[in-house]
């Protein structure tokens, strides 16, 4: 209905048939207003409560209201000829929500439809006691503040609404538009006080429509119902049972009528029924739902962020500015303690109303920046609690510009109501948003806050989940790369490509590895291995077992040894865990491949010259860990071009399908033309990733043996005679001359002088064997047969000896010692010249 008509509501009071049709005519509806204090007794009981219920104001204050409320009885008559009202409420009364509200059971405000059984007249019950059936709405609304008042209670007959006539007739259809604007009489005492609070209990409503409801309601001296087909109160009446149900009971009448030849009625026959299906929804909560839903789609932080601040907008608020622990952006974990002011907080989404491009220059997103003490935002970020700001003053404006430099922020605040909202999960502070409203737009209230507060709360969760799951996704992955190692591409006469995929989303760690180790004489170990089983628990013993590989590579024993100490050794850590190895060294100079297997699957290797693919045919062995089982090596010879490819079963292996067709797989995609190492990899990958239902983690490590030409390497016998010190330095610098390397000459023949004075002094019977190899680097090796190995020493200004080591680790790029079955090689290399 019109307002502008309830403005001349005065000049028709007595001109209709009577109060009932005059109040209909001119679209006021008596509403029963019932105010319940925090002890549950009735602090005020309006006229038309006395009307409704058929109490008196003097008998009922000071009574508890759950004694005067109808708020439950027995199922309705079903013989009753009025509308069939079962499928909106099954309580003659005025419901359990409303008996939940009455003692306090819930916070938010909830709404009803009930069959009640009222006075007939006016006045209270008739002379005669007459009374009839009635629909009733109601709503109750939590009233928080200091006062003693703890609950408002509006009902209204629904009779009433249907007898206004005109196109906003009350009807079943419209009473999801209908909002109490205002429900209080003359006659109660608090009437400003709550008429200035009203705007708290209906968040639609501007401050200026509350005053102009009041200035009509004092004028008229009479409760009003205004119709809007605009504005929404925070609850709409509660209907009754879903719609399925609704209409399985439309049919059953329908049905009965025809069974007894009567019309069916014209509402159990179309869509015009159909409000009464729908169950009722509470506003506020419907928000908070349909949020909760929007949100936590991902674990993904950055993407949680952006929904969380589309989900306010525009629908809450105008504007959202999330802002973020500088610490929960980085995936770190942050000491325990209230934010200061030192703390740093990261702006990682803006989301608003206004036009494109607005807000960008001002307040960009990825900014990091403090929060002074006197500001909102601080209150909020130590307290956890929200904060609200009904208009933003100049002055505060003002002062909150003064944070950003060189940028005037005030003309996008200056005005507009304010909420901020802590993000917090388990107490712990991780963010918070700043909501802002349009000028025009109603100011943020207390029931705002209450509904940020809640909002923020599941948000926090959400973001809290994000947080863990990117902090733990980069401890996993810290973890797991700090246990695989960084290979080279490129070592002594190999190529090298590695990858590593896990297993799962949820399981970053896993106890796959691969590894190369240097070795003497230009070889290169070449390790796969995969720890049975996932988690931290599988990667820790992977961790200690390529470490201990590493070691006993360094140490340069036999390959079927050093598979048999790594067996022993899984013996001494434990019978929780086994493991799988496959362990090879590659020697270029001599173009062959000494391999060991413990019961991993086969490597694979390509031939250069045909293109051709094959698994190697290797003793299987059992898995470390087993222990008493002997290992057996191979020598497979091998040619420059030719490709090794060793992997985990993670990648062949497939739940449901023979492992055999994993492996010919590989060996076919293994044999593919690529362009580099890397392709050659990612073209396996491809192919066997196609194949599905990979659920384990895949280490992948191929091999190009390139190999080292005769022509690049040089060898030399000599007697243990201090002469030939001389003889294997004119060697050297002949041999670097015919290579083209004269540049290294002087350091060369001063470090091999060294070595082999050293040899020769401490060798026994064997001759002392020198060779150098020309590769990426300029290696040299003088083997002799003394099992020590020299050590580095501190050499006194007095002493004569023991500056030989001290000069090689000095000159040269890298150096070191091991033991050979017959004595032991020292060794060191020099960076070849830039051409």
């Given amino acids: 209905m019109d307002r502008g008509t309830e403005r001349d509501a005065p000049s028709r009071r007595g001109a209709g048939s009577g109060p009932r049709a005059a109040d209909a005519a001119a679209g006021r509806v008596p509403l029963a207003v019932v105010v319940v204090d925090r002890d549950g007794l009735v602090s005020h009981w309006s006229r038309g409560a006395r009307r409704l219920f058929g109490t008196g104001k003097e008998e009922a204050i000071g009574r508890p209201a759950a004694d005067l409320l109808p708020v439950s009885g027995a199922l309705p008559d079903e013989t009753d000829d009025t509308p069939p009202f079962r499928a909106c409420s099954a309580h003659d009364g005025l419901g359990p929500g409303l008996e939940s509200s009455l003692d306090g059971r819930l916070s938010y405000p909830a709404a009803g439809r009930a069959r009640l059984t009222v006075p007939q007249g006016e006045a209270g019950a008739s002379a005669s006691g007459g009374r009839r059936r009635a629909d009733v709405l109601w709503w109750a609304y939590p009233l928080v503040g200091p006062g003693s008042e703890r609950l408002l209670v509006l009902a209204a007959d629904a009779d009433r609404l249907g007898h206004g006539g005109g196109d906003e007739a009350a009807g079943p259809g419209a009473f999801e538009r209908i909002a109490p604007a205002f429900a209080l009489h003359t006659d109660f005492p608090g009437a400003e006080e709550l008429a200035r609070r009203l705007p708290e209990i209906l968040p639609s409503m501007s401050v200026g429509e509350s005053a102009r409801i009041v200035a009509q309601v004092l004028e008229l001296g ?226 705002d806050r209450v509904t940020g507060a809640e909002l923020a709360a599941r948000a926090g969760l959400v973001l809290d989940n994000a947080r863990m799951y990117t902090y733990q996704e980069s401890v996993a992955e810290t973890l797991q790369d700090s246990m695989l190692p960084h290979i080279p591409a490129r070592m002594a006469g190999c190529d090298i490509a590695t990858r590593y995929l896990p297993g799962t989303l949820l399981g970053r760690v896993g106890g796959d590895w691969f590894d190369s180790v240097k070795l003497p004489g230009a070889r290169t170990a070449l390790v796969v291995g995969d720890v049975m089983g996932h988690g931290l628990g599988s990667a820790a013993m992977m961790g200690q077992l390529r470490t201990a590989v590493q070691t006993m590579a360094a140490l340069d024993l036999p390959p079927a040894q050093l598979l048999r100490n790594l067996d022993d050794l899984a013996q001494r850590l434990g019978d929780t865990y086994l493991a799988t190895c496959l362990y090879a060294v590659y020697d270029p100079i001599a173009g062959e491949l000494h391999l060991v297997n413990a019961g991993h699957i086969p490597p694979v290797l390509v031939r250069a010259e045909d293109g051709r693919s094959e698994l190697l045919d290797l003793p299987t062995g059992a898995p470390i860990g087993v222990g008493g089982v002997p290992f057996e090596a191979v020598r497979v010879r091998v040619r420059p071009g030719d490709r090794l490819v060793m992997c985990t079963d993670g990648l062949v292996e497939v739940r449901g399908e023979d492992i055999g067709t994993g492996l010919a797989a590989l060996c076919e995609s293994a044999a593919h033309p690529a362009a580099s190492m890397d392709d050659a990899c990612d073209t396996i990958i491809r192919a066997l990733g196609r194949r599905g239902g990979r659920k384990d983690d895949v280490a992948l490590l191929m091999v190009r043996l390139a190999g080292i030409e005769p022509d690049d390497v040089a060898e030399w016998r000599l007697a243990r005679d201090p002469a030939e010190v001389s003889r294997a330095r004119a060697a050297v610098r002949e041999q670097l001359n015919e290579w083209g390397l004269a540049r290294l000459e002087y350091v060369a023949g001063l470090l091999v002088s060294e070595l082999v004075t050293n040899a020769v002094r401490h060798g026994r019977s064997r001759p002392v064997q020198l060779r150098l190899v020309r590769g990426d680097t300029l290696l040299c090796e003088v083997d002799d047969d003394d099992h020590e190995l020299p050590t580095l020493l501190s050499a006194g200004p007095a002493d004569e000896s023991g500056r030989g080591l001290r000069v090689v680790s000095t000159l040269a790029r890298e150096w070191g010692t091991s033991r050979t079955s017959t004595g032991k090689t020292v060794w060191f290399e020099l960076t070849l010249p830039r051409r």
Avoid at 231 to 236: G, S
Avoid at 281 to 309: H, K, M, Q, W, Y
Avoid at 327 to 349: K, S, Y
Wanted: charge should be negative.
């Fill in 222 to 447: 009479y409760p009003v119902l205004e119709f809007s087909q605009n504005d929404r109160v925070p609850v709409t009446p509660d209907w009754g049972v879903p719609r399925r149900a609704g209409r399985r009971a439309r049919r059953e009448r329908a049905a009965r009528a025809a069974a007894e030849g009567l019309p069916v009625p014209e509402d159990l026959t179309g869509d015009e029924g159909e409000d009464l299906e729908y169950a009722a929804v509470r506003e506020r909560l419907e928000f908070l739902n349909e949020v909760s839903g929007r949100i936590g789609t991902s674990l993904d932080l950055a993407r949680t962020v952006v929904e969380v601040s589309r989900a306010v907008v525009p629908r809450f608020t105008d504007v959202a500015g999330t802002y973020l622990r500088e610490q929960v952006v980085a995936g770190e974990g942050f000491p325990e303690g209230v934010p200061d002011t030192t703390t740093m907080w990261h702006r990682v989404a803006v989301e608003h109303t206004d036009e494109p491009g607005r807000w960008d220059d001002v307040v960009p997103v990825g900014e990091a920046m403090p929060f002074p003490a006197h500001t909102p935002f601080f209150q909020c970020m130590t307290t956890g609690r929200p904060v609200l700001v009904p208009r933003i003053s100049e002055e505060m404006g003002h002062a909150i510009a003064s944070q950003f430099e060189k940028r005037d922020i005030r003309p996008l605040i200056t005005h507009r109501s304010m909420l901020v909202v802590p993000l917090k999960a388990r107490n712990v502070v991780l963010g918070f948003m700043i909501l802002l409203r349009h000028p025009e737009r109603a100011e943020f209230n207390d029931m």
